[in-house]
């Protein structure tokens, strides 16, 4: 069995690949990425390293080409109807590659809104998998842990932990999340369904605070700010305005409770509890590791 990743190059992917080491033969895998030359350390180990660029058709129809499973990593261009038409040439390099089962990785929050937001794209991508025929499961993620730790190592420094109001979220660390994508390539009986990967718990932006205190070990308070505040503070850190945007459309996504979800798929398709925010942060050291 062939089992296909793209975005191999990329944090989420490089993450599944080393779970799916751990359970299979690396002559099984096949790393799919933009920039070949970044994992050719890759093929060392066996695993067939191929090109594949979502703005690039036929470098597609040849990365998917004999792949049984395929898992297809979200592109990282947010800009406006970009990602959403990156996506829709990936699917269309799916049905006519006759790959055997897709696992896309979805979000939470995936929905049509008429605005091509982030999670309008999530759900263009899904509906066009399902149109396809071709057998496909969704792995739909809660925001990554790993969001938190910019924002944690400035609380560190501050004593406080500023954010927008926001409901609840079950924050998922990303390893968690590609431990549960390996877990779903090698097994069966996943086919037409979606999963939630969420952590094991959801917090509030007290909670995180606190937690940032514990790890830290020194005393943290949160802040509510606003929008307009959140916004200066992004720019402040020099951020590209259409990352500005679509972590606006977060914050506005959180409010309305989407993140507020916990649904223990992760323990069973991993086969172990995943990282609560707490432990997550005492790992990082409350915001030290923030390239992590």
Known sequence: MKIGVTGSSGRLGAATLEHLLSRISASDLVAITRYPEKIKELSTQDVEVRYGDFDDRRSLLSA??????????PASD??????????????????????GQVLYVSD????PDGKDTLFESHFVTEQALIRTGVPWTFLRASLYAEVLLDAAKRARATGVYAAPAGALVGYAARDDIARAAAGILTSSGHEGKTYHATGPQAVSNSDVAEAISMASGKTV??????????????DADNLPPVLIDVLLDIQATIRAGVFDLVSGDIARLAGKKP??????????????????
Do not use: P
């Open 64 to 73: 998917f080409r004999g792949l049984d499973r395929l898992l297809l990593i």
């Open 78 to 99: 947010l800009r406006t109807g970009v990602r959403r038409a990156q996506h829709l040439a990936a699917v269309d390099a799916v049905e006519e590659c006759t790959v």
């Open 108 to 111: 939470v929050g995936a929905r």
């Open 221 to 234: 308070r949160y802040k509510e700010i606003s929008d307009d505040e959140y916004k200066e503070q992004l």
């Open 275 to 292: 990282e609560s925010v707490s432990d997550f942060l005492k790992r990082h050291q409350a915001g030290r590791a923030a390239g992590a």
